[in-house]
C-alpha cells in the first residue's frame, strides 16, 4: 500500500529565506514522486517529478526536491522565497498505473 | 492556459437541479479523471477514464454520473445533490499507462455550490 505524509499543514517563512515543505512517502515498490502547486481558486500545476532518475530534481520557478530513499523522503526546497511563492502544495506518490495519493497539502505563506 | 479546460468555472445549484460539469483537454491524452476537493480534505479520486473506458469508481454516490463520449471529452452528469457536495471539482489528463512517468495535467476546476 502506498501513502504520503506531508508533515506541515501551514508553513509561514519571510520573503528572501529559504522554503522547506516536508513530504514522507510509504510504498511497496519503486515509487514516482511529484510535487503540484495550487493558487488560489486555479488548478494544480506540475512542479517537478521524480522516476527514478537523479535523485535530486529540479523544478520550475527555482523549486527543487531530494528523493532520500533511507529516510523515505521527498522534501521540496527553494533558496528564496518570493510572494508570488504563495498557494497550496501537494506531495503525490504513485506505484501503479493510473493509481496516484496525494497528501494533505500545505500552505505556504510568505511574509513581507 | 494548462490544455484542460473545465466550464464552468463556478456554480450555484439548488438540491433538485439537473447540472453538468464539462472538461476539455487538447493535449492528446487518453486517460481522463475526476477529482474531489474539499476544504480541509485531501483530493479525492471520484473517476478515472482510460481509453474511454471507466476503470475505476471510488464509491462515488450515484448521483455523480460521469461520462466520456471520447477521449478529449469528460462530463460529469450532476442530479440531487446534497450540500455537502459542495466543493471544487478538478479534472485531469495523462496518457494512459504514463502519469506514473508524466505526471497528470489539471484543469482550473469548476466550484460548485449546492444551496
Known amino acids: 500500500a502506498q501513502s504520503v505524509t506531508q508533515l506541515d499543514s501551514h508553513v509561514s517563512v519571510s520573503e528572501g529565506t529559504p522554503v522547506l515543505l516536508r513530504c514522507n512517502y510509504s510504498?511497496?515498490?519503486?515509487?514516482?514522486l511529484f510535487w503540484y502547486v495550487q493558487h488560489p481558486n486555479k488548478g494544480l500545476q506540475l512542479l517537478l517529478k521524480?522516476?527514478?532518475?537523479?535523485?535530486l530534481v529540479k523544478g520550475i520557478n527555482g523549486f527543487e526536491a531530494e528523493f532520500k530513499k533511507s529516510e523515505t523522503s521527498f522534501h521540496l526546497t527553494k533558496p528564496s522565497a518570493h510572494m508570488s511563492d504563495a498557494a497550496e502544495y501537494f506531495c503525490?506518490?504513485?506505484?501503479?498505473?493510473?493509481?496516484?495519493?496525494f497528501g494533505k497539502g500545505t500552505r505556504l505563506h510568505i511574509l513581507p | 492556459e494548462t490544455g484542460v479546460t473545465q466550464t464552468p468555472r463556478h456554480l450555484v445549484m439548488g438540491m433538485t437541479n439537473k447540472k453538468s460539469l464539462k472538461c476539455e483537454q487538447h493535449?492528446?491524452?487518453?486517460?481522463m479523471y475526476w477529482y474531489k476537493q474539499s476544504a480541509k480534505k485531501p483530493l479525492e479520486l471520484m473517476f478515472v477514464?482510460?481509453?474511454?473506458?471507466?476503470?475505476e469508481n471510488n464509491s462515488v454516490p450515484s448521483r455523480f454520473s460521469p461520462e466520456c463520449p471520447n477521449s478529449s471529452h469528460l462530463f460529469l452528469h450532476l442530479h440531487t445533490l446534497q450540500p455537502e457536495d459542495s466543493a471544487l471539482y478538478l479534472c485531469?489528463?495523462?496518457?494512459?499507462?504514463?502519469?506514473?512517468?508524466?505526471?497528470?495535467?489539471f484543469g482550473s476546476g469548476t466550484r460548485l455550490t449546492v444551496v
Open positions: 485531469a489528463s495523462s496518457q494512459a499507462g504514463q502519469g506514473f512517468s508524466y505526471g497528470y495535467t
Open positions: 510504498s511497496s515498490y519503486s515509487p514516482s
Open positions: 521524480y522516476t527514478s532518475a537523479a535523485t
Open positions: 503525490v506518490v504513485s506505484d501503479f498505473v493510473d493509481k496516484i495519493i
Open positions: 493535449l492528446g491524452h487518453n486517460a
Open positions: 477514464y482510460s481509453l474511454e473506458e471507466r476503470v
